[in-house]
């Protein structure tokens, strides 16, 4: 009798769990018990989708640590890693003897430019041994320099003109850099031998039809050996990119076209005229890809079949009025945060303002708030905003700072820097980094968000700051228009 007692016993408590188990079979917790110990274990199940909502603020997977690319991540959204120096002075800047200098053409007209500009973020990374920066500017080269100490790590790659954007670094560990450049191309560098490789380039007209120009100011992405590429003949690109190593371990890629798809409609067109090329950078959130162009065209593209075949198509557009080259932000809920330019003084942006809240989910009314600031022709926003808690920081050419209530778009506090503020924001521990065009680059304590943060520090360059800074273990990298890249650290004795 004790026997089937016991057995009827020990099918009631083996129901009762599985039937605990069976109600719960939607959550990712599994929760598993024994007669001696009892364990929890949790299992975290993969984002099935491009890019996981809910890395924003987050690196870029754990592959290759670093900020590797402009913003840092496909959501635009990580800013480096501290600590942010306390005192800094410059402990060493690039090169060592003569400029970044180079002539250009800008309206058939031939120009000097020196240094690094918008956006000229530089990538840093760990590899090997070392920790390098990656980046291209207005000696119309790339350059592969030692965090540490500055000094090259291999001699310089040439291109045909100067590099404005940022360079993207290879997020799976393959030695490879993405770099756009005004020579009309854009390229894939290998930096795994004694000189960097050009493994394959591709011109701006070999799509068609374009509008505007063919610069590559835009920071690509790479997702899963898909290679995302916005350039200013107007048109975004997506690449396969086979990347793999030959039989002598040297990286090697042979990207195939996907599809490419105009960033503009008819409707635009007949608002704007042809100057609609892309000069901010992609971002992909969920499934959806973002992106803007100098019509001021805001728009997301359903790219979830896009492995299997399927064409992405246009799930998102909104009309701002005006130039977009600020690249759009998302918050943690799926808001975007556009800046908008003011140059062409439409009625639209008169109407919208200059500092947007959009809900992509509500694409037939998506505005939520905006801000006016256009105090003059050709004013409004340049420099990609920054999320910190619950603010929305917006530089603007005026040379203000506005910390924004994400929620209800007042305006909490406005910061009054020396000159035009078009470098972005990087924000590190709470602390805020950002360079003007007097050669300022300053530190402000985000601490208490309801107040305006006061000055921890500044340091001075000899030309506009208009690049963005880059935050890395106690080192903050800034690319100055006086012909220098900087490293600015605490003095140790």
Not at 187 to 199: K, N, T, V, Y
Request: aromatic fraction near 12%; hydrophobic fraction near 35%; proline fraction near 6%.
């Amino acid at each position: 009798m004790k026997y089937w007692l016991l057995v009827l016993l020990g099918f009631f408590i083996g129901s009762v769990v599985f039937l605990a188990v069976f109600l719960d079979g939607d959550s990712e917790e599994v929760v598993s018990t024994s007669t001696s110990t009892t364990t929890t274990s949790t299992t975290t199940i993969p984002y099935d989708g491009w890019v996981d909502p809910e890395s924003v603020g987050q690196p870029w997977g754990d592959a290759v640590e670093g900020v590797l690319t402009f913003r840092g991540s496909p959501t635009r959204s990580w800013y480096g890693k501290g600590p942010v120096p306390e005192n800094p002075i410059s402990v060493w800047s690039f090169p060592e003897n003569n400029r970044m200098c180079s002539m250009t053409s800008i309206s058939g007209v031939s120009e000097q430019w020196c240094g690094m500009g918008w956006t000229g973020q530089p990538a840093i990374f760990g590899y090997g041994e070392e920790t390098w920066l990656i980046f291209g500017a207005y000696d119309s080269k790339v350059h592969f320099v030692n965090a540490q100490t500055g000094e090259r790590l291999l001699p310089d790659f040439p291109t045909g003109d100067i590099i404005k954007g940022s360079v993207t670094v290879d997020p799976d560990g393959f030695p490879l850099v993405y770099v756009g450049s005004r020579d009309n191309y854009l390229r894939i560098l290998s930096f795994d031998g004694e000189e960097p490789r050009e493994l394959w380039k591709v011109h701006a007209y070999d799509f068609s039809p374009t509008k505007w120009n063919n610069d590559w100011d835009s920071s690509p992405l790479v997702i899963d050996d898909y290679l995302f590429a916005a350039g200013e003949n107007s048109r975004f690109h997506i690449f396969h990119l086979n990347r793999s190593y030959d039989l002598e371990g040297r990286v090697v890629v042979s990207p195939e076209l996907v599809t490419d798809f105009p960033g503009w409609d008819d409707e635009l067109i007949s608002n704007v005229g042809s100057n609609v090329s892309i000069e901010t950078s992609p971002l992909i959130l969920g499934n959806t890809l973002y992106f803007a162009n100098s019509g001021g065209l805001v728009q997301g593209w359903d790219i979830a079949g896009l492995s299997e075949g399927i064409e992405p198509t246009r799930v998102f557009r909104f009309w701002a009025g005006d130039d977009v080259d600020a690249t759009i932000v998302p918050d943690d809920e799926g808001y975007l945060y556009v800046g908008v330019e003011y140059e062409r003084a439409t009625q639209r942006s008169k109407e919208i303002g200059q500092i947007i809240k959009l809900d992509p989910s509500n694409p037939e009314d998506p505005l939520v708030w905006s801000v006016e600031d256009r105090p003059y022709l050709n004013s409004g926003i340049w420099a990609t905003p920054a999320i910190y808690e619950d603010l929305v920081i917006f530089p603007t050419d005026q040379g203000k700072v506005h910390g924004i209530d994400r929620i209800t778009g007042d305006i909490r506090w406005t910061l009054e820097l020396s000159g035009k503020a078009w470098s972005s924001p990087a924000i590190v521990d709470g602390v805020m980094v950002l360079g003007d065009c007097s050669g300022q680059l300053r530190a402000f304590d985000l601490s208490d968000t309801s107040i305006a943060p006061p000055q921890l520090w500044r340091v001075r360059t000899e030309g506009c700051i208009e690049a963005t800074a880059v935050i890395w273990e106690g080192t903050v990298y800034a690319g100055s228009r006086d012909g220098y890249l900087y490293a600015f650290r605490d003095f140790i004795q």
